[in-house]
């Protein structure tokens, strides 16, 4: 039994054992095996790019094509292919008929449904017009109510000074039948009398209703005048306060913006802060010359067409001079507006490099000052 036991225990352990050492050299792997880039890239009448990025002797390769204002991309692995654009796409293409069936088929269902709102839409508008017709109706007719009422309660004001006349007519005769008997002469010369009398009553009360009716004018002009100036008065002092409103939000959006520029300065003149920003900026520095190709080529070709803009592009060109180190070759062209281009560039990355400056940077002093020194900002902003 122990025998057994041994063998059993023995071949756990060189399983333990092998799935260690396959995790300790994949990580190694993953550590220290660079990842290679190369980049070709043309330019003469149309863009055509081309990218290939591999790891562990293209067991991982990735492939970049851009042609034709295209883009692939393919993956394979241990040299299986797993993702390709272009076979995606051919099947959309045999997708495309039967999308197209059902487009026609919704956009026959959104012709009639458009169909029917468009039907519904002109009822509306009718209904719509024919309730306007009506407002507008209403109101003329509510206008020239308004218009009428003073001349009405005037014409009921005469026809009451019409019945009292009437009635002292009629009280005059009533005392001269009483009196006696009267001649004709007599009766003619009292009824001319009691005419006169009418008449001078009659024009009386038409003066009397001019008269009111000039009150009643020049009250309401008072009025709108009136009324005219106290709109003006409540615009200016609206106006005023909005004004003083506005001064009020200005003042304050200064004083807020002066106590926020006072924090930068701080925060700027602070010397931790200033040592983690040389310290970030340096290990940004490291970062991008790791990233950056170790081969390099360019042949650029330009030219705007006007001499002038062209050689002050090739002046800034030369004044970088020391960065490409005679890797770019500028051909410039004082005659046409050109651009031609040919890019060949090859590079590697180490992710134990980035993981080394990445840790430097975050265990820095410095830096974690800084970084507390922002969010206190962000907080107080």
């Not at 990218?51 to 390769?61: E, F, Y």
Request: proline share 2%; net charge positive.
């Amino acid at each position: 039994m122990l025998h057994v036991l041994l063998i059993i225990l023995k071949v756990i352990g060189i399983i333990l054992a092998v799935a260690l050492g396959i995790i300790l050299v994949s990580l190694i792997c993953i550590l220290f095996v660079p990842v290679r880039y190369k980049i070709e890239a043309k330019k003469k009448e149309d863009i055509c790019a081309r990218g290939r990025i591999s790891w562990l002797c293209s067991v991982l390769l990735i492939k970049i094509l851009y042609e034709k204002e295209k883009l692939g991309i393919q993956l394979r692995v241990f040299g299986y292919c797993i993702y390709d654009s272009d076979s995606e796409k051919r099947i959309r293409k045999r997708n495309k008929k039967s999308v197209k069936k059902k487009k026609k088929t919704k956009k026959k269902k959104a012709n009639k449904r458009k169909d029917n709102k468009r039907i519904e839409d002109k009822q509306n508008e009718k209904k719509q017009i024919k309730e306007r017709q009506i407002r507008e109706k209403q109101v003329a007719i509510k206008k020239e109510k308004e218009i009428e009422e003073p001349k009405d309660n005037m014409n009921d004001w005469h026809k009451q000074e019409k019945s009292s006349l009437i009635a002292k007519d009629r009280i005059i005769q009533s005392r001269v039948k009483l009196d006696g008997i009267v001649t004709d002469d007599e009766d003619n010369d009292l009824k001319i009398d009691i005419d006169i009398i009418k008449d001078n009553d009659i024009l009386k009360d038409n003066n009397r209703i001019d008269d009111n009716i000039e009150i009643v004018d020049d009250v309401r002009i008072d009025e709108t005048i009136l009324d005219k100036i106290k709109n003006k008065i409540n615009n200016l002092k609206n106006k005023w306060n909005s004004f003083l409103e506005k001064l009020k939000h200005i003042k304050n959006a200064i004083k807020n913006i002066w106590a926020k520029f006072s924090e930068i300065l701080k925060f700027l003149k602070d010397e931790q802060n200033k040592a983690g920003l040389l310290r970030g900026f340096q290990s940004l520095r490291k970062l991008l010359k790791h990233l950056y190709p170790k081969k390099l080529k360019l042949q650029l070709k330009y030219g705007t067409g006007d001499p002038c803009s062209t050689g002050q592009i090739l002046a800034i060109l030369s004044m970088l001079y020391p960065v490409y180190n005679g890797n770019i070759q500028v051909i410039p062209c004082f005659e046409e507006q050109i651009l031609e281009f040919n890019l060949e560039a090859l590079g590697r990355i180490r992710i134990i490099s980035l993981l080394i400056i990445c840790i430097k940077l975050i265990r820095d002093k410095n830096f974690k000052y800084l970084i507390k020194s922002i969010q206190k900002i962000k907080e107080e902003l």
